[in-house]
């Protein structure tokens, strides 16, 4: 089972205001000249098939909803990484009166990949290290200390 | 014998899948991941959290599933070839009501595109089906005989037409329109579902390629088993050409061509085996 997972990581990318460059870079990998598929990536563009939540740029106040709300609706264990410096900690924008200056700030982050912009190598090795991680990762039982499906809907749907 | 073929079709398909992947990745002159890649997606999925919109899609899935195997296990244990694709049918209108319980708009569009390609494939298949229950006399598997390839060449051609939109693959992938409606009939399903419809998919990819491989037969049983994967690589061959080369069309575009160039075709083989019968040809 642990071994299919890391075999077979569909991504969902969003762009949470970034300048685009760590979106290019992103784009990139899936050329010929990254190829990512080769690992059984599939950039799924659907929170519900998705396992892996790549997020650039810094967050800003406008879309953090819309972060929740993806995050809410892919199903666990599932893993989000933060590429580049925006993401990593809001970098130029922190304290912008707009911006919640880095993923964190929102959502549980398990692998921060700097660069302004990141490059396409280094987000390879990210997701080789969130895979790591992901391939030992259980999902939440339903006793009550993780939020329950019903919560979760909530929060989407808020 | 029949349990093995059961449990190896499905098998069989989702290396086929792999191969397909590999040959496409190679066609953009890339690696392309390995060919065992469905097998991993599947289990993957079984290892996920469920999340369903409401019981409804559960029950749809498992229906879906359970058509598609029921017609494979008919088509495998050499049953009535008519029952085999009115069984299937009903899974793939399982598939739609599933898509159409969950109540969000690309399901939806999804769904109704789905219901296009079903009007599109569904009477070319039918079609073929019944060109072998005229040309041979019988519809009972079993009870076909000798090689029908000679005679039905054409059919097996517009399997191919069928086979494109089966397999999801340009200019006629208009349902699960990965770019438009993200990925239709399957957008609201998730984790051990999303498995299930995906499992019912090699069932129903199976039963198709099955119907194929009924087209070629030979006295000598490797020649026959040769024959039969040599007509299936080159079916799929044919539509990852045709895949790679085009871009998707409308779906008021999938249904004229498919039905008219299937219909067509078919009505051309029909002719053809009728002159036949009569001694002309």
Request: glycine letters at 8%; proline letters at 5%; one cysteine or more.
């Amino acid at each position: 089972m642990g071994r299919s997972r890391v075999k077979s990581p569909w991504i969902l990318h969003f762009d949470t205001g970034s300048c685009n460059g760590c979106d290019i870079e992103t784009w990139a990998l899936l050329t010929p000249r990254y190829d990512l598929e080769r690992f059984g990536v599939l950039n799924e563009a659907n929170p519900k098939h998705a396992d892996v939540l790549l997020v650039t740029g810094p967050v800003t106040k406008k879309v953090e909803d819309r972060l929740r709300n993806l995050y809410a609706q892919m199903p666990e264990p599932r893993v989000v990484i933060a590429v580049g410096n925006c993401a990593s900690t809001g970098s130029p924008f922190d304290d912008c009166y707009n911006v919640n200056g880095g993923i964190d700030r929102v959502l549980p982050v398990d692998v921060y990949i700097p660069g302004c912009a990141a490059r396409p190598e280094a987000i390879i090795d990210g997701i080789v290290l969130g895979l790591r991680k992901w391939r030992e990762r259980k999902f939440a039982a339903h006793d009550g200390t993780q939020p329950s499906k019903e919560t979760e809907m909530q929060e989407a749907s808020r | 014998m029949e349990t093995i073929l059961f449990i190896l079709a499905p098998i069989a398909v989702g290396l086929i899948l792999g191969i397909d992947r590999k040959v496409t990745a190679h066609m953009q002159n890339r690696v392309g991941p390995p060919i065992i890649q469905p097998f991993y997606d599947l289990v993957k999925l079984f290892g996920k959290r469920t999340m369903v919109m409401n019981n409804g899609q559960i029950i749809f899935a498992v229906s879906c599933l359970v058509f598609q195997a029921l017609a494979l296990a008919l088509l495998v244990n050499e049953g009535d070839l008519l029952v085999v694709f009115f069984l299937s049918g009903a899974g793939s209108v399982s598939l739609v009501l599933g898509a159409f319980s969950a109540g969000s708009p690309y399901s939806f569009y999804g769904s109704q595109r789905e219901l296009l390609q079903i009007l599109a494939y569904e009477p070319v298949l039918l079609l073929v089906i019944l060109l072998i229950g005229y040309d041979q006399g019988t519809l009972t598997v079993s009870k076909l005989n000798g090689s029908m390839l000679p005679g039905l060449g054409l059919a097996a051609l517009s399997l191919v037409l069928v086979l494109v939109i089966k397999l999801q693959k340009s200019p006629y992938d208009v349902a699960t329109a990965h770019q438009e409606i993200v990925s239709g009939p399957y957008v609201e399903y998730s984790g051990p579902y999303l498995g299930v419809t995906k499992l019912a998919h090699w069932f129903e990819l199976a039963i198709v390629l099955g119907i194929l491989t009924l087209l070629f037969w030979n006295a000598n049983s490797a020649i026959s088993i040769g024959g039969k994967v040599l007509l299936v690589a080159a079916a799929i061959f044919a539509t990852q050409v045709i895949d790679n080369a085009s871009a998707r069309l409308t779906r008021g575009r999938m249904v004229r061509f498919t039905l008219f160039a299937g219909i067509a075709l078919i009505a051309v083989n029909m002719l053809g085996v009728y002159l036949s019968k009569q001694g002309v040809i």
